[in-house]
Nanobody
């Protein structure tokens, strides 16, 4: 059974940092691109970034580049999203997903979603 468990969300003040984790199981993690997405209240889900062992890191949202960094630990089957200098507009439910391609450059669709973790940034 494929599982993606996102964690690490919470309440943080503007300017603070959080690190989200995505623990994966049930598929070949090493050969799967992992993406982070978010959905703010009243808005559509948007892509943040992707990481692949085949072609590295890709940013879906250039506006977040420099504040958000994606990484992965293949030994732990876990992906991470380090978020710094958080702003109130970063408030959203954050999701990780296993994409249907081993390459981020293929812009594959999410094949499996985690359950999401809520990040709330207070001003």
């Amino acid at each position: 059974e494929v599982q993606l468990q996102a964690s690490g969300g919470g309440l943080v003040q503007a300017g603070g940092s959080l690190r989200l984790s995505c623990a994966a199981s049930g598929f070949l993690f090493d050969d799967t691109a992992i993406g982070w997405f978010r959905q703010a209240p009243g808005k559509e889900r948007e892509g943040i970034s992707c990481i692949s062992n085949r072609d590295g890191r890709f940013n879906y949202a250039d506006v977040l580049k420099g504040r958000f960094t994606i990484s992965r630990d293949n030994a732990k089957n876990t992906a991470y999203l380090q978020m710094n200098s958080l702003k109130p507009e970063d408030t959203a439910v954050y999701y990780c997903a296993a994409l249907n391609s081993p390459y981020c450059s293929a812009y594959g669709k999410p094949a499996y979603w985690g359950q999401g973790t809520l990040v709330t940034v207070s001003s």
